[in-house]
Nanobody, 121 residues
Framework: QVQLVESGGGLVQAGGSLRLSCAAS????????MGWFRQAPGKEREFVAT????????TYADSMKGRFTISRDNAKNTVFLQMDSLKPEDTAVYYC????WGIGPNLYDYWGQGTQVTVSS
């Protein structure tokens, strides 16, 4: 079992930055690929980024490339999402997830409760 708790969300102006964190419980954090997803009101959950167990490889959704950076610290059981050049359309609840490598939500077995990110224009 892995429990995930996100933090770092909030209200930011367009063009600004936020850094999300996701703290995992348990001693098996490094056994999981980690992903970030988001869900805006009235929309389906959307893939944002994922990182391999070692942190050696990352993948991003096209609209996030060059603006978002995913990283992890296995010693601290934490995964991060640095978000720069934020746009109003980035407004959503952001979730971290632990599971297998890939972009589909069905690959991830454990989910956090989400953190709200609101970008004002």
């Amino acid at each position: 079992q892995v429990q995930l708790v996100e933090s770092g969300g909030g209200l930011v102006q367009a063009g600004g930055s936020l850094r999300l964190s996701c703290a995992a419980s348990g001693r098996t954090f490094s056994s999981y690929a980690m992903g970030w997803f988001r869900q805006a009101p009235g929309k389906e959950r959307e893939f944002v980024a994922t990182i391999t167990r070692s942190g050696g490889s990352t993948t991003y959704a096209d609209s996030m490339k060059g603006r978002f950076t995913i990283s992890r610290d296995n010693a601290k059981n934490t995964v991060f999402l640095q978000m720069d050049s934020l746009k109003p359309e980035d407004t959503a609840v952001y979730y971290c997830a632990a599971g297998r490598w890939g972009i589909g939500p069905n690959l991830y077995d454990y989910w956090g409760q989400g953190t709200q990110v609101t970008v004002s224009s």
